[in-house]
């Protein structure tokens, strides 16, 4: 069995779908259906709810953390992107299509990079839950034996990913195709901007962390990985 059960997202939240790149990837997300976090209409770009108590996650990570990280950073990103999204053709996209659409086109930077940060910070909300961690069971374990071998190779993999990322981003895994891979992702990038399905993220910008592990990064990845990571998240996204 898989642990921590959740409920499985509502499916007017955030919905895509595997395919190539572009406005193709935006299009086949309506139809080849995977839940993930986010509200689906750029006109309605909120602030998720948190999806358990703000204190839940401590010791690991501390209530004061999710309140700068979630209310101010988070809440920050999903401001900026609405005001960049008033009166312009993505006024009525979705929130995957300005992601897609706005990808490596340097006249939307801006947009593309709060819009590609509200998705990574409500899917690593969703990569943890209390009680977490761990060695998982059920489908997410056999896909990961058969792309890595064995869960002490992922885990290694993943955490010199989160470890070695320079600077502010994201380690994932990501769907590929059938095959399962770690990526890591500078600043606001994210996967599915490269036509990959991601699974679970941890972020690794420093607000973070800092409050509570300082400059400790492992410390921090070593807490995720070993009481937070939420396998019952990433098995209901793979496809």
Not at 149 to 154: L, Q, R, S
Request: hydrophobic share 40%; glycine share 10%; net charge negative.
């Amino acid at each position: 069995m898989v642990r921590n059960r959740i409920s499985l997202v509502n499916r007017r939240e955030f919905i895509i779908g595997m395919g190539v790149a572009g406005a193709a990837l935006a299009a086949a997300c309506r139809e080849d259906a995977g839940s993930f976090a986010l509200e689906d209409s750029g006109s309605d770009v909120q602030l998720p709810e948190l999806p358990y108590a703000p204190g839940a996650l401590a010791p690991h990570i501390s209530e004061n953390t999710i309140s700068f990280h979630y209310g101010k950073h988070h809440q920050g990103y999903v401001n900026k992107t609405k005001a960049a999204i008033s009166g312009t053709e993505f006024e009525k996209a979705s929130l995957e299509e300005i992601i897609i659409k706005t990808a490596g086109k340097s006249d939307w930077a801006a947009l593309f990079n709060n819009a590609a940060q509200v998705f990574n910070h409500s899917f690593f909300w969703k990569s943890m839950t209390p009680g977490g961690g761990g060695e998982p069971g059920g489908r997410i374990a056999e896909e990961i034996r058969r792309s890595f071998g064995d869960y002490g190779k992922f885990a290694e993999a993943f955490t010199n990913a989160a470890a070695t990322q320079f600077g502010s981003g994201w380690a994932w895994l990501v769907q590929d195709g059938d095959t399962l891979k770690i990526l890591q992702t500078a600043n606001a990038d994210t996967p599915i901007a490269k036509g990959m399905r991601p699974l679970i993220t941890i972020d690794v910008w420093e607000h973070a962390y800092y409050l509570d592990y300082q400059n400790r990064r492992s410390d921090y990845i070593k807490a995720y990985m070993d009481s937070l990571l939420n396998w019952d998240f990433a098995e209901q996204n793979l496809v």
